[in-house]
């Protein structure tokens, strides 16, 4: 039998899908499972997205350009506007998701063996992509005891060696909530100026933050201009990740040239969700703002919750719909398997995806989990009395 890639072994598997196997076992044994583990929002798709799919007039379904419509392209143009992200609509490549726009920086700007840091706990999938370009994610660990702040600039300077070409952040953050803050950003900047290196930056849930501070993008940072690599998606704030599209924005001549020749092997993004997203881009004010107000209930109500249960503690997250939560709990992936292997209350239970899989760092994460606010405000309510008693009955409790 034929041997398989080392590549292929090496790709770590989805800590936020690899228990779905238990999942779907349990809803087998009629047991009603809570979705805490996704980033899949409940909110429904804008009306105007909707209303493009059911009256698409075209005759043929054709492949679109390789970087998107031009269309579509012209509307992220202006939307970007207002968060006063000044590109031009040739800065702007549409993509398969936010995943394939990160996929595609890396292939496009590092070579086998080149280094980006992340700070962690990290997006998982992070991973996998620099895996698939034979580059090598180094973390710098943040912790909750200081709210996944920032590690200082030193902890960064100490991992730069000559193979690393990039860092790269998330912000809002996933898994953590995290919003980095202007000081934060400009001791980044600092970094990326002095060695020469990419800022790649993953800004999907810019619509989520929660403190009233004026968003920080990596383009409002003086100087590093065309070293900036911007990965969007309109998946989190217009719900609709099924349609695939996103976004990787540069004003780097070069790394558009050469991403460009991947969108080209790969022929075109998704024609469906163009049109689906060029229209949902004309989503009312109402909209949005419902969608956000929402997101700020869910958040306090699930916060609150969660720290009034004894041995449990998760910092405030100021942006996305996520918190990485501390539980009293001996190995929280052997918790949240059980939850779905083992315990019921009334024939329900949850399903939370262990904070391990965001870390390379071993050890750490090993007593947290990631939980998505993306249920409404009854279900958190019964998610929260479902974890309160599961952490009662579990074997492994610490406290």
Known sequence: MPTVSERGTLMPASPIRRLVPLANAAKARGVKVYHLNIGQPDV????????????????????????????????????????????????????????????FAFMACLDPGDEIIVPEPAYANYMAFAISAGAKIVTVPSTIDDGFALPAVEKFEELITPRTKGILICN????????????????????????DLYLFSDEVYREFCYTGAPYISAFHLPGIEEQVVLVDSVS???????????????????????????????????????????????????????????????????????????????????????????????????FCQWCLSDFELDGETIFMAPASGFYTTPGMGRDEVRMAYVLNKEDLARAMKILDAALKAYPGRTL
């Open 44 to 103: 429904p798709t804008p009306q105007e997205g909707l209303e493009a799919l059911k009256h698409i007039d075209r005759k043929v379904l054709e492949y679109s350009p390789s970087d998107g419509l031009l269309s579509l392209r012209e509307k992220l143009r202006i939307y970007y506007k207002r968060f006063n992200i000044d590109v031009d609509v040739d800065d702007i490549i549409v993509t398969t998701g936010g995943s394939e726009a990160v996929l």
């Open 172 to 195: 809002p953050n996933n898994p953590t909530g995290y919003l980095y803050t202007m000081k934060e950003m400009l001791q980044i900047r600092d970094l990326v100026k002095k060695y």
């Open 236 to 334: 989190k704030r217009y719900n609709e990740c099924g349609i695939r599209i996103g976004a990787l924005i540069t004003k780097h001549p070069e790394l558009k040239k050469n991403v460009m020749k991947f969108c080209q092997a790969r022929l075109s993004p998704p024609l469906l969700g163009q049109i689906v997203a060029e229209a949902s881009i004309d989503a009312t004010p109402e909209y949005m703002l419902a969608t956000y107000n929402e997101y700020v209930e869910r958040r306090k109500f699930l916060i609150d919750q969660l720290n009034k249960i004894p041995g449990c503690y998760t910092p405030i997250p100021m942006g996305a719909f996520y918190t990485v939560v501390k539980l009293p709990v001996d190995d929280a992936d052997k």
